[in-house]
């Protein structure tokens, strides 16, 4: 009995020493090996691309390739591919482990046409050709991404919520471009007969319109426009439409 003070204190002095340990093992992040690497997959047809993460992706016209990834070993065992509805899906798998950090990855994508992108995330996606076939075409940013595409479309709709930048070129006959947040359209090159711009918020958009222009701005986003089109406008804050 007259050890017990100093064995409760050695008892409750390796009790704190686990749980340090243990709490320590829960916040420590796991590393894995990074050597470079290259895998090619397989896929099926596809037309419309849906992003969700943070990778660099280049998309060539062509006949159709295996998707190539490149990257580290271990980054690359942790990337989802496939393909549904004619979709071809990306994202990341953390296999269980929230404290996983991914790397820089590439995907490299060679495809005859594209119709739709859509991006959640901080992926920069640059596109090489002249896609839409003069058809309908769709974009959208979710996040802090960029897409950057030269197009032939019939009708073109693209979205961005957040601070996004879409860069196009090409043409269209009607386009309709909304930005909630603080995201840029950059479209000087983009020919289009008729426009439609809304901005919620601080973006920008610029456009070359022959025919109309409509415009809805409320926050202080401005439209800064080309050509001679018949201009509309409903503005609700210090935004304002220019032209260049």
């Known amino acids: 009995?007259?050890?017990?003070?100093?064995?409760?204190?050695?008892?409750?002095?390796?009790?704190?020493?686990?749980?340090?340990?243990f709490?320590?093992?829960?916040?420590?992040?796991?590393?894995y090996d990074k050597s470079s690497a290259d895998e090619n997959r397989l896929v099926a047809p596809f037309d419309e691309i849906e992003v969700s993460g943070g990778f660099e992706i280049i998309i060539n016209q062509g006949t159709q390739t295996p998707v190539k990834i490149s990257g580290s070993e271990d980054d690359i065992k942790h990337i989802k591919t496939e393909v549904k509805d004619n979709t071809l899906k990306i994202g990341i798998d953390n296999h269980g482990n929230k404290n996983y950090n991914l790397g820089k990855v590439i995907i490299e994508i060679t495809v005859p046409e594209l119709y739709e992108i859509e991006s959640a995330g901080s992926s920069t996606i640059k596109c090489n050709g002249t896609f839409g076939g003069a058809k309908d075409m769709e974009f959208s940013i979710s996040g802090s991404g960029t897409i950057a595409i030269d197009v032939n479309a019939n009708e073109l709709d693209a979205k961005i919520a957040g601070s996004g930048e879409m860069m196009f070129s090409g043409k269209a006959n009607e386009v309709d471009f909304e930005i909630s947040g603080s995201g840029n359209f950059k479209g000087e090159t983009l020919i289009s007969n008729s426009a439609e711009i809304t901005i919620s918020g601080s973006g920008n958009a610029y456009i070359t319109a022959q025919n109309t222009l409509e415009v809805n701005i409320s926050g202080s986003g401005n439209v800064y426009y080309g050509g001679s089109p018949k201009v509309n406008t409903?503005?609700?804050?210090?935004?304002k439409v220019q032209a260049k």
Do not use: Q
């Not at 009995?1 to 340990?21: D, E, Q, R, S, Y």
């Not at 409903?234 to 935004?239: D, E, L, N, R, V």
């Open 23 to 31: 709490s320590f093992s829960l916040n420590k992040k796991t590393t």
């Open 234 to 239: 409903s503005i609700s804050g210090s935004g």
């Open 1 to 21: 009995m007259k050890n017990f003070p100093g064995n409760f204190l050695t008892m409750t002095g390796i009790i704190a020493l686990v749980i340090v340990i």
